[in-house]
């Protein structure tokens, strides 16, 4: 079986044909990373009309979840006043744009696996959109420079191990777009 990867398409664009188990695990890892951004980190930027009037966000703190804060990072660490105001002045554009792309990269994606060609503006909403999920999931299982040790040192049945398989199907497929995009390749 070759590995699905994409490709510069001879009439602009990239394209890539996945499989179906690649098709169904990218749905539910967009998915789930669009319910992830989606969430208000403070809560109150709906309640507050004149934030959310001029586009400013309520939150002042990193969030609280470490793979949200690794995609919402604080400005400024050496000064929690400025650090406060650049998280109610960026997060909520931020979050905005990291919506909008897996949005958008859902939507390409679609229900059933099918051949896809991204225009230029769909490719880059790709590529952040599987940054953003190798982020989070990389995060979560305690990815380092290291992952083959990491690897090495679970054991046969320990359930991260399909994780790490999604991380480093992620981590491909960001690469062969870095590659049809910029790299040349077929």
Avoid at 133 to 142: A, Y
Wanted: aromatic share 6%.
């Amino acid at each position: 079986m070759v590995a699905a990867n994409f490709r510069r398409a001879r009439k602009g664009g990239v394209s890539i044909v996945m499989g179906p188990v690649e098709h169904q695990v990218l749905l539910r890892v967009l998915g789930e990373m669009l319910e992830l951004v989606s969430v208000e980190s403070g809560g109150e930027a709906e309640d507050d009309p004149l934030a959310r009037a001029v586009g400013i966000g309520t939150a002042t703190e990193a969030p609280e979840d470490p793979a949200l804060a690794r995609l919402f990072p604080d400005g400024y660490t050496d000064d929690p006043e400025a650090s406060a105001d650049f998280r109610r002045y960026t997060e909520p554009g931020l979050r905005s744009a990291k919506h909008e792309r897996l949005a958008t990269a859902l939507s390409t994606l679609g229900e059933e696996p099918h051949k896809m060609l991204l225009d230029a503006d769909e490719a880059q909403a790709w590529l952040g959109a599987l940054n953003d999920s190798r982020l989070v999931l990389g995060e979560r299982l305690g990815v380092t420079e290291d992952l083959e040790e990491l690897i090495s040192a679970l054991g046969e049945d320990d359930p991260r191990l399909a994780l790490l398989w999604v991380y480093d199907r992620l981590t491909y497929l960001q690469e062969s777009l870095v590659q049809a995009l910029w790299g040349g390749g077929p």
